[in-house]
T-cell receptor
Framework: AQSVTQLDSQVPVFEEAPVELRCNYS??????LFWYVQYPNQGLQLLLK??????LVESINGFEAEFNKSQTSFHLRKPSVHISDTAEYFC???????????????FGTGTQLKVEL | GAGVSQSPSNKVTEKGKDVELRCDPI?????LYWYRQSLGQGLEFLIY????????KSGLPSDRFSAERTGGSVSTLTIQRTQQEDSAVYLC???????????????FGPGTRLTVT
């Protein structure tokens, strides 16, 4: 089984400041890692994913995340946030091995990013 | 193309009534997932359908919950004798299963907000 921990439930930050949203996971098997974003009153959107290869992955809107196997972490970062980044961010994992449930995602509890002027 | 759609967007029901929630996946996506998002439990997996295989129901919280998928496309999640703890947002996701990395990308619908009074 897998579990995901997002220690920060809320992160307030001023516009144009850098931000890091923390994600740690636990799993007995190898996993793929994801960050999803949920804007107010909308569904989940895939922000970025780590499947293999380079441990640093980037999204089209300036976010990046780095997979650290030794620390079992997949923290999300952005060097300069914008008001429009205000949303809830969910870290998720799925096991590489299909053991039933297909590629069901196990989510963290989410981090509310609030960008202020 | 069209994304995952869900209906209704909001549903208010009285305790003890049955409800049906509908999901239309992206055309051609063979895998379909139901998740529940609630304040107390966060985002949790409910059930998974893949092609003509038997569904994985391991995430259903009780036997009051059931789901079916007709013709490998539309899915209906049914909750019988609703309870107040069933109040949540029910999310549907679909993916293009098979070989390759796209199998790990789940596309979510906007959700159905269920309120049990």
């Amino acid at each position: 089984a897998q579990s995901v921990t997002q220690l920060d439930s809320q992160v307030p930050v001023f516009e144009e400041a850098p931000v890091e949203l923390r994600c740690n996971y636990s799993s007995s098997v190898s996993v793929y890692l994801f960050w999803y974003v949920q804007y107010p009153n909308q569904g989940l959107q895939l922000l970025l994913k780590y499947l293999s290869g380079s441990t640093l992955v980037e999204s089209i809107n300036g976010f990046e995340a780095e997979f650290n196997k030794s620390q079992t972490s997949f923290h999300l970062r952005k060097p300069s946030v914008h008001i429009s980044d205000t949303a809830e961010y969910f870290c998720a994992v799925t096991a590489l091995i299909l053991t039933g449930g297909g590629n069901k995602l196990t989510f963290g509890t989410g981090t509310q990013l609030k960008v202020e002027l | 193309g069209a994304g995952v759609s869900q209906s209704p967007s909001n549903k208010v029901t009285e305790k003890g009534k049955d409800v049906e929630l509908r999901c239309d996946p992206i055309s051609g996506h063979t895998a379909l997932y139901w998740y529940r998002q609630s304040l107390g439990q966060g985002l949790e997996f409910l059930i998974y359908f893949q092609g003509n295989s038997a569904p994985d129901k391991s995430g259903l919280p009780s036997d009051r919950f059931s789901a079916e998928r007709t013709g490998g496309s539309v899915s209906t999640l049914t909750i019988q004798r609703t309870q107040q703890e069933d109040s949540a947002v029910y999310l549907c996701a679909s993916s293009l299963e098979g070989s390759g990395r796209t199998r790990y990308e789940q596309y979510f619908g906007p959700g159905t907000r269920l309120t049990v009074t």
